[in-house]
């Protein structure tokens, strides 16, 4: 298998996460899901974090999974995910 091959499915991982974290925050605003938030989205921020791309935005959504501020994260959420997107189908076009 291929670097590529393999960073893609990382791709594929996060936005899958990122997907349901942002369903959970459209969905509920109760204090209480921030801390399944932090524990769903840890390993797909370290994730983030490979992509140079998806740095910062990771760090912005980590910044406001802490405090706990759901209109920042509801603002960074789909901006993150377009980003994934877009890296999605840049390596997806590339293996072709």
Request: net charge negative; charged share 40%; glycine share 0%.
């Amino acid at each position: 298998m291929s670097k590529k091959f393999l960073d893609l499915q990382d791709l594929i991982l996060i936005k899958t996460s990122l997907e349901k974290v942002k369903m959970h925050v459209n969905e509920r605003e109760d204090k209480s899901i921030f801390k399944w938030i932090k524990r769903e989205s840890a390993v797909t921020i370290s994730k983030c974090y490979k992509f140079p791309e998806l740095k910062e935005p990771a760090e912005e959504m980590k910044e406001a999974i802490e405090r706990e501020d759901y209109e920042k994260l509801k603002e960074i959420l789909p901006d993150l995910i377009n980003k994934v997107e877009t890296k999605i189908n840049e390596y997806y076009n590339s293996m072709q």
